[in-house]
Nanobody, 122 residues
Framework: VQLQASGGGTVQAGGSLRLSCAAS????????MGWFRQVSGKERDWVSS????????YYADSVKGRFTITRDKSENTVYLQMNSLKPEDTAVYYC????????????????WGQGTQVTVSS
């Protein structure tokens, strides 16, 4: 499965962006799609995940209540709607697929998109 992320950009604090991640290839109900983010020089941190089959969402505490993850099975695409953005949300955002069904463990995600830059100015 290849993943193509898009939708990043520059926005002022309090603004919104929607990231998209289009997948080529078959995604099964047992799989999990996730979003991670990375600031230069730091580790890649988990942001949110969604179970492909049920659509059940999961969020890091830092984004809970502000970000919403959804998926469109017909389009093989996962979205991350980001509202009330803060400067500390600035990072490169990556989408990823876990065939093992892991929700948060970065090492259990085995396909990665190329990353899209999100910059939030104060």
């Amino acid at each position: 499965v290849q993943l193509q992320a898009s939708g990043g950009g520059t926005v002022q604090a309090g603004g919104s962006l929607r990231l998209s991640c289009a997948a080529s290839g078959r995604i099964f109900s047992s799989h999990v799609m996730g979003w991670f983010r990375q600031v230069s020089g730091k580790e890649r941190d988990w942001v949110s995940s969604i179970r492909w089959g049920t659509g059940g969402p999961y969020y890091a505490d830092s984004v809970k209540g502000r970000f919403t993850i959804t998926r469109d099975k017909s389009e093989n695409t996962v979205y991350l709607q980001m509202n009330s953005l803060k400067p500390e949300d600035t990072a490169v955002y990556y989408c990823a697929l876990s065939r093992r069904g892991s929700l948060t463990d970065r090492d259990e995600f085995d396909s990665w998109g190329q990353g899209t830059q999100v910059t939030v100015s104060s």
